[in-house]
């Protein structure tokens, strides 16, 4: 049975007929946040009911990197290649400096307490850019119940000067963000369908040089399920994760194709040497799929 489903013909250049969706490590609760470390020839990634973050080693397996992790979900890493981190029980994002210290970088607004930091980006500017949704503080299965303070929102901060500003207030539940490759355009993904059947589709604005967001518009409405992480190849190409796996949605929004993954998936990030593996957190389960594609990848 194939591993993909070819809307556009133009998909069928994309995937590889016989790269498997193949499960890497599985007995997980919920994973998310993959991030690739290249040069450590490695991937992290959050399993965030179990606080804690792990290591994937091709030849090795898995391993703890973290724990407690502080319920961390997305991560991403700077334009020095540190490790920066949302934070679910902590509500914060944090930069893992390569002493292994801890730097906060956010966890409060206008005096407020965050929500749960969900995903994070950083621009080439070195400025850091992450959805703050309430997911983390629903329950006690992702972090800690709590009071929501703050609306649900996108923050841009600048690392060097501390400056903090909202950069999407329009939407219900902000979650997986990517920029597209010349960082023109910002795509956003709301879960808010979560609460509401209208607000599973992910959003595009218009991002000037100076990084003010404008425009906001529909790009794509995500059918099965959800987008929650989401990631951009080299040609602008946006792979997002959704219902029966990894939809890949062409520039102009249409959708192209879709490598299909047995577990609800969560996120997504390119690895690998050429940045051609997608890998992809989905429920108990790591999963990688080699691809005709590569994706961008900062730095
Ligand atoms: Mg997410």
């Known amino acids: 049975m194939s591993h993909h489903e070819i809307i556009d013909p133009a998909f069928a250049q994309f995937v590889l007929s016989n ?20 040069d450590a020839g490695c991937l992290l990634f959050s399993d965030i009911p179990n606080d804690r973050i792990l290591r994937w080693t091709p030849d090795v397996g898995i391993s703890v990197y973290r724990a407690p992790s502080n319920y961390a979900n997305g991560h991403t890493r700077d334009r020095e290649g540190r490790l920066v981190s949302c934070e ?45 949704p309430h ?18 929102r996108v923050y841009r901060i600048d690392p060097a000067t501390g400056t903090m500003d909202v950069m999407v207030d329009d939407m219900k539940c902000p979650n997986g963000l990517a920029f597209s490759p010349d960082e023109s ?76 993954v047995p577990e609800l998936v969560s996120n997504i990030c390119f690895g ?13 389960s790591l999963y990688r799929v080699t691809l005709n594609r590569s994706g961008v990848q900062r730095p």
Not at 94 to 120: C, H, M, Q, Y
Not at 135 to 152: D, H, K, R, V, W
Not at 272 to 279: V, W
């Open 88 to 132: 679910h029980g902590t509500r914060r994002v944090t930069r893992t400096e390569l002493d292994g210290t801890l730097t906060v970088i956010a966890d409060t607004f206008d005096g407020k307490r965050l929500n749960s930091p969900n995903d994070v980006v950083v621009k080439s500017d070195g400025t850091i850019w992450f959805t703050d």
């Open 185 to 260: 355009r910002l795509y956003v993904a709301d879960t808010g369908r979560m609460f509401t059947e209208d607000d599973q589709h992910i959003r595009v604005y218009d991002c000037a040089s100076g990084g003010a967001t404008s425009n906001g518009r529909l790009f794509h409405k995500i059918e099965p399920g959800l987008a929650d992480g989401i990631r951009v190849d080299t040609d602008g190409n946006l792979w997002s994760s959704a219902g029966d796996g990894v939809h890949c949605i062409a520039p102009d929004g249409h959708l192209m194709g879709k490598v299909l």
């Open 135 to 152: 997911y983390g503080i629903m329950t006690n299965y992702e972090g800690f119940a709590s009071e929501q303070e703050l609306p649900c």
């Open 19 to 38: 790269a498997p969706v193949k499960q890497l490590a599985t007995g997980f609760d919920w994973v998310e946040g993959p991030v690739w470390f290249g």
């Open 272 to 284: 690998g040497r050429a940045k051609h593996e997608l890998y992809i957190t989905a429920t108990t």
